[in-house]
């Protein structure tokens, strides 16, 4: 039955509207969502656990892993985390297709292409190594493997033990609280997190200048899922990362929460923000938190690519 109520949720919910009993399996399918958060927090739960005992050696030299899907080097923790993630999923029977920045895409159960589950096991692997406390996990479920699917998402910043969760059309959480976005405006008063963490700095540098010239307080944490959760929630305004370098298995839980909390994600070009759910796929954004401070920060971008 609960296998069920979850498989319903992840496919395309064909039949719901038709069916006699229309009230009582809208009321499954509202359980059947609210589910999945539950499903989620167990898996933060789960993480937590398996990578306590990791923490106390962590900065020690670690064994080679290899490098994992999305072409990182892969740490002990980073599978750790991820089996925790699984290990979840299997046992609450569900049968889905992990995509996933460590082990790339791999199915479980029998109808795998129903459910897409999209997961950063440890956004920050580099702070958690260098023990800075600013690290998170990140698990999306979708429909589709494609960022405008995502229905479920959660966010868990693994030091200070607070989780962003949201489900589409019913608003983004910090924990239990409900979270909007800020109503600064002001480039020049807000904080605007930009990630110039790049090979490519001198491309980069010219297309932010105007931005960051402009902007009296420029913030970058080191977990791109977090800081966007961070617009999500008012502590910061802005978050740019137009490096065509971040991986969409960073982005696909907190676009949900960002959407739902009530902020703008676009394409540096000003397109909404679709794109496949793939450990190979990299994507680009402004986040804002309201139409006023996204216009003017778009409109200086914009104007310093116009001039490349
Ligand atoms: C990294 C973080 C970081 C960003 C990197 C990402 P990871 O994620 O989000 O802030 O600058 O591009 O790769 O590798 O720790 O999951
Ligand atoms: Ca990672």
Redesign the pocket.
């Known amino acids: 039955m609960f296998q069920n109520l979850i498989l319903e949720n992840c496919s395309e919910e064909k039949g719901f509207i038709k069916s006699d009993h229309k009230k009582e399996r809208r009321i499954q399918v509202m359980f059947a969502k609210t589910e999945w958060i539950k499903i989620l927090t167990e898996c933060r739960n789960n993480v937590q656990k398996k990578i306590e005992p990791l923490l106390r050696t962590i900065n020690k030299p670690q064994p080679d892993l290899g490098l994992g899907a999305g072409g ?1 080097p892969t740490r002990k923790i980073d599978v750790t985390a991820e089996n925790a993630i699984v290990d979840v999923l299997k046992k609450s029977k569900i049968t889905f297709t992990l995509i996933s ?1 460590e082990s790339g895409i791999v199915e479980y159960g029998e109808s795998p292409r129903s459910c897409y589950v999209t997961v ?1 096991p ?5 702070n958690l190594i260098r023990g800075i406390p600013f690290y998170a996990t990140s698990i999306a479920v979708s429909k589709k493997p494609s960022l405008k699917t995502v229905h479920a998402g959660l966010v868990a910043d693994l030091v200070h033990g607070t989780t962003y969760t949201a489900l589409r059309g019913r608003g983004a959480y910090r924990d239990n609280g409900r979270i909007t976005p800020s109503q600064e405006t002001s480039i020049e008063e807000g904080v605007i997190g930009v ?1 110039l ?1 790049s090979y490519r700095i001198r491309q980069l540098a010219p297309r932010l200048t105007a931005l960051m010239s402009q902007a009296e307080h420029i913030r970058h944490f ?4 977090l800081e966007l959760c961070y617009v999500a929630e008012g502590i910061i305004d802005a978050f740019v990362d137009i490096r065509g ?2 991986r969409t298995t ?1 982005v696909a839980a907190a676009s949900l929460i960002l959407a739902e909390a009530g902020g703008i994600l676009t394409t540096p070009e000003g397109q909404p923000l679709d794109v496949k759910l793939d450990p190979k796929q990299k994507v680009e954004f402004i986040a804002a938190a309201n139409a006023k401070i996204y216009d003017r920060i778009f409109s200086l971008v914009k104007a310093q690519k116009e001039q490349r």
Request: hydrophobic content about 25%; proline content about 0%.
């Open positions: 990182d920045e950063d440890i956004d920050g692997t580099t990630d963490n080191g977990a791109n899922a370098k971040l960073d």
